[in-house]
């Protein structure tokens, strides 16, 4: 059985931090694409950022580049994304997902993937 658990969310004020994990059993990511996504409240799944599993390719949107960064530990079979500056516009529930066969052109798709974790709160207000 397939299982992403995200972690890390919560409420910190305009321009501070956090680092979201998402925590992986059931498959080995090495070989999968993996994706954090946000939907803000009455909108869809926007992909945030992806990362290719075999080979040094990766997606920032726009609004996140030079502020978020997607990582993972291979030996923990862990996906990471640090969110620096944080912005009133970067608050949402923010998901991970992970596909196997997923085309670099369809990275930022929310409905290219197979698999999803439960999501986790980022608010970012004074």
């Known amino acids: 059985q397939v299982q992403l658990v995200e972690s890390g969310g919560g409420l910190v004020q305009p321009g501070g931090s956090l680092r979201l994990s998402c925590a992986v059993s059931?498959?080995?990511?090495?070989?999968?694409?993996v994706g954090w996504f946000r939907q803000a409240p009455g909108k869809g799944r926007e992909g945030i950022s992806c990362?290719?599993?075999?080979?040094?390719?990766?997606y920032y949107e726009d609004s996140v580049k030079g502020r978020f960064t997607i990582s993972r530990d291979h030996g923990k079979n862990t996906v990471y994304l640090q969110m620096d500056s944080l912005k009133p516009e970067d608050t949402g529930v923010y998901y991970c997902?992970?596909?196997?066969?997923?085309?670099?052109?369809?990275?930022?798709?929310?409905?290219?993937?197979?698999?999803w974790g439960q999501g986790t709160q980022v608010t970012v207000s004074s």
């Open positions: 059931g498959i080995t990511l090495d070989y999968y694409v």
């Open positions: 997902a992970a596909d196997q066969t997923i085309i670099t052109s369809s990275m930022a798709t929310a409905h290219a993937y197979d698999y």
């Open positions: 990362a290719s599993g075999t080979a040094p390719i990766t």
